[in-house]
C-alpha cells in the first residue's frame, strides 16, 4: 500500500509539471458553494472531491441550539451521545466511528484532547461567536493529521472589523440563565473580537447542575506584503454534577475542569506560492470526584483523579499553485504530555496540582508525534483528482504512513459526481493506555487503530434546491473499545480484531421563493456495522446510529417573526447493562421535536426556543435517561454596526 501511494503521487506530479504546464485547461464554473474546510482564510482541505457540510451564522439563528453539540446533533451522519445538557458534556462520533476519531479545530487549531475524546467539545468559545461550524465527513488524516481517523469538525470564529457590542440574556427550564457580551472593533489594520460568556443551570435531576464561563480573544491584521496573522486566545472554566455519566453504580459523581489556550496563525502567498504556519498551546485541568465532595465515599476510595495535559504543536506548509492544480508539502510537530495521579508512568518525586489545595501529581506520560505530508491536486477541465500520502512518526508506537485520493467529475455546473479512497491511523488515548478504577481496567499494551475508507457520491446544487449523497464503506483493524465480560465488573480497553462499517448519508434542501415557508431540509443517515458484541457489552464502538432522519421547516409568521420546527429520529443499535438487573437491554429509538420561534428587528431579537416538546424519554448513552420538555427564552440586544444574520 505504501509503494502504491508513492508511485501515485509520483506519477500526478510528473504528470502534472511536464505536460499540463504546457496546456491552458479553463474548468468547469462551479456553482456548488465549493467551499474548503479553512481556518482565517488557509484552505486545508478541498470539496471538489469530497463532502463538506456547512452550518452558518444565519441556519445557527434559525435552529433552537445553545451549544456545539446541540447544533452537531441535526446533521444526520453525525451521532451526538450527550450526558449532560447545554454543552455539560456529549460525545462526538461521525459515520459509527468513536468519540475519539474526530478531529476538532478551533479555527484550523486542533484543540482534540489526548487524555480523551470526552473533552474534545470543551470549546472555550462563546456561542454567539461562531461565524460557521465545517464539517468533513470520512477520513482526512493525510492532511489534517492522524486525530482525523473518521472525520472532522472546524469551528470557525471571525472578527467583523465593525464597530459594535452585542449583549444576550437567557433564561430557562431548570433555573437555565446566560450572559455573553461580544465586542467587535478595528484598530488600523486589525480586526478584534473579544467576548465573555457565562452560564449555569441547577440541573434536570439531581446532581445535574453545571456552570461554565468562557473568555475568547481574536485579532486579525496583516497585507498583502507581510501576510495575513491570526492570533487567538482562551480559557474556560467549567463545573457540573455527573450524575452517572461514568458508571451508574456511582450516581454521585462530578467534575472540574480548566481550559487555556493560545493560537498563532501566519499565511502569505506570493506569486504562485502560499505559505501557511501555524503554533499553538493548549492546556486542559481536570478533576474527577466519584463521590462528590467525598459524600458517601466508601473506604477504599481515598481520593479524587488529577489531570493536566499539556499540548504544544507547530504546523507549516507550502504551496505552488498553477491553472491545473497545486502541491502542498508541508510539516508538524506536537507533543502531547500528561501529569496524573491515576494516568502515566511513576514519576521520581510528586508535583503539587495547580488550582488544587494539597494535591499531589504522581504519574506522568509524554509523546512526541512529527508528521510530514505531501499532497497533489490536478484540475483537467471537468475533471479534478488530489492524492497525497503522510507519515508520522510517534515516540511511542513508531512509524506508520497513511494517505488517499479524492476524485470529482463535474456533469455541468451544478451537479457533481465525487469517488475517494482514504486510510488513517489513530493512536490511544492516554485514558485508554493507562486508566485503573473501581469499575475501568485499561491496557498499556494497546496498539494504534487503522481504517481504509471507500466513498462514492453526488453533489447537486441549483438556485432553489440542494442535493448530497454518498455510500461509503469502512474497514477498521484493531479499533479500541472499551467492553465487559458478563461475569466482570469491570470494563476493559481492548483492540477488536475489526469493525467494518457501511452506510449511506443523504442531504436535502429546498429554499422557496415569495412563500410563507422559506426553507425545507431533510436528511438520513444510515450505518451498519459488521461487527457485533457477542458475549460481552461494549461500551462506545459498537453502539451506533443505525437509522438517523433529520428534518427541519422554516416559515414566516408576521413582519419580523418567523419560526422553525424540526424532528430527529434516532434508532441506535447496541446494548447496555441495566443497573438494576445487570442484564444487557437493547436501546429504543426515539423521536425529538423541536422549535424557535425568533422576532427580530433592527438591533433586537428575541428566540423562543421548545425542545423536546413531546416530552420524550430517551438516552444516548447507556442508562442516562436525557430532560424531557425543555423551554428557552433569549434576549439579543445590538449596539453599533452589525453583520446581517
Known amino acids: 500500500m505504501k509503494k502504491q501511494y508513492f508511485e501515485l503521487i509520483l506519477m500526478l506530479s510528473f504528470f502534472s509539471t511536464s505536460v499540463l504546464a504546457q496546456v491552458k485547461t479553463d474548468s468547469i464554473a462551479l456553482s456548488l458553494s465549493e467551499i474548503e474546510v479553512n481556518a482565517a482564510s488557509h484552505k486545508l482541505y478541498s470539496q471538489m472531491g469530497r463532502v463538506v457540510a456547512v452550518i452558518d451564522r444565519k441556519e445557527i439563528n434559525r435552529l433552537a441550539v445553545h451549544s456545539i453539540d446541540q447544533l452537531l446533533d441535526y446533521v444526520a451522519g453525525i451521532d451526538i451521545r ?77 472578527p467583523t472589523g465593525e464597530k459594535s457590542l452585542q449583549a444576550e440574556l437567557s433564561a430557562g427550564s ?14 488600523g489594520n486589525a480586526l478584534m473580537l473579544a467576548s465573555v460568556s457565562h452560564k449555569s443551570s441547577s440541573g434536570y435531576q439531581e446532581n445535574t447542575d453545571f456552570d461554565q464561563s468562557n473568555v475568547f480573544v481574536q485579532s486579525v491584521l496583516g497585507n498583502l506584503l507581510t501576510g495575513k496573522l491570526d492570533i487567538q486566545g482562551a480559557a474556560q472554566w467549567k463545573d ?28 502569505l502567498t506570493k506569486n504562485h506560492f502560499t505559505i501557511n504556519s501555524q503554533a499553538y498551546w493548549r ?43 497545486k502541491s502542498t508539502a508541508g510539516i508538524e510537530i506536537r507533543n502531547e504530555h500528561i501529569f496524573s495521579n ?55 508506537f513508531g512509524l506508520y504512513s497513511y494517505g488517499g485520493i479524492d476524485a470529482g467529475y463535474a456533469l455541468n455546473e451544478n451537479i457533481r459526481f465525487i469517488a475517494n479512497e482514504n486510510s488513517a491511523v489513530r493512536l490511544p488515548t492516554f485514558t485508554d493506555l493507562y486508566y485503573k478504577s473501581a469499575t475501568q481496567l485499561a491496557n498499556p499494551t494497546l496498539k494504534p487503530e487503522h481504517s481504509q475508507t471507500f466513498e462514492i457520491g453526488l453533489k447537486m446544487a441549483f438556485p432553489t434546491w440542494k442535493l448530497n449523497t ?33 452506510g449511506t448519508d443523504f442531504a436535502f434542501e429546498y429554499t422557496f421563493k415569495k412563500s410563507i415557508i422559506t426553507k425545507l431540509s431533510a436528511n438520513y443517515a444510515f450505518l451498519y456495522l459488521d461487527k457485533t458484541a457477542q458475549g460481552f457489552d461494549s461500551k462506545y464502538a459498537l453502539d451506533y446510529l443505525k437509522h438517523k432522519i433529520s428534518i427541519t421547516l422554516e416559515h414566516k409568521i408576521a413582519a419580523h417573526l418567523s419560526a422553525a420546527w424540526s424532528g430527529i429520529y434516532a434508532d441506535r443499535a ?16 426515539y423521536f425529538l421535536f423541536n422549535g424557535r420561534i425568533k422576532w427580530e428587528q433592527k438591533q433586537m431579537e428575541v428566540f423562543i426556543d421548545l425542545n423536546n416538546l413531546f416530552n420524550e424519554k430517551y438516552a444516548d448513552f447507556g442508562g442516562l435517561i436525557q430532560p424531557g420538555t425543555e423551554f428557552n427564552i433569549t434576549l439579543r440586544i445590538k449596539i453599533g454596526k452589525q453583520e446581517q444574520n
Open 283 to 325: 492546556e486542559h485541568h481536570d478533576r474527577f470526584e466519584l463521590f462528590r465532595d467525598m459524600t458517601g465515599a466508601p473506604n477504599w476510595y481515598t481520593g479524587h483523579n488529577y489531570h493536566l495535559t499539556d499540548v504544544t504543536g507547530a504546523k507549516a506548509s507550502i504551496q505552488y499553485s498553477e491553472n491545473f492544480g
Open 240 to 267: 457540573f454534577g455527573a450524575n452517572g455519566f461514568y458508571s451508574l453504580a456511582f450516581p454521585n459523581q462530578f467534575e472540574s475542569s480548566k481550559i487555556f489556550m493560545a493560537a498563532l496563525n501566519w499565511s
Open 174 to 187: 431548570f433555573h437555565y440563565f446566560n450572559q455573553s457580551a461580544t465586542a467587535n472593533t478595528k484598530i
Open 574 to 589: 447496541g446494548q447496555y447493562a441495566d443497573f438494576k438487573t445487570n442484564q444487557l437491554v437493547n436501546y429504543q429509538p
Open 82 to 158: 450527550q450526558r449532560g445538557t447545554n454543552g455539560t458534556q456529549a460525545d462526538i462520533s461521525i459515520r459509527g466511528g468513536s468519540f475519539d476519531q474526530v478531529l476538532v479545530l478551533l479555527n484550523g487549531v486542533n484543540i482534540t484532547d489526548p487524555q480523551t475524546g470526552h473533552f474534545n467539545l470543551d470549546i472555550p468559545i462563546n456561542w454567539s461567536d461562531i461565524s460557521k461550524v465545517e464539517i468533513l465527513e470520512g477520513s482526512s488524516a493525510r492532511v489534517l493529521g492522524p486525530s482525523a481517523f473518521s472525520g472532522a469538525i472546524n469551528i470557525v470564529t471571525h
Open 470 to 502: 454518498d455510500i461509503f464503506k469502512r474497514f477498521g483493524q484493531q479499533v479500541i473499545d472499551w467492553v465487559k465480560e458478563p461475569d466482570s465488573t469491570k470494563w476493559q480497553s481492548k483492540n477488536l480484531t475489526s469493525v467494518n462499517a457501511i
Open 342 to 396: 491515576v494516568l502515566g508512568n511513576p514519576m521520581f518525586k510528586s508535583i503539587p496540582v495547580p488550582f488544587e489545595n494539597k494535591q499531589f501529581f504522581s504519574r506522568e506520560a509524554n509523546r512526541l508525534l512529527e508528521t510530514v505530508f505531501f499532497d497533489q491536486e490536478v484540475n483537467l477541465d471537468k475533471w479534478y483528482f488530489s492524492a497525497g500520502i503522510a507519515a508520522s512518526n510517534s515516540s511511542s
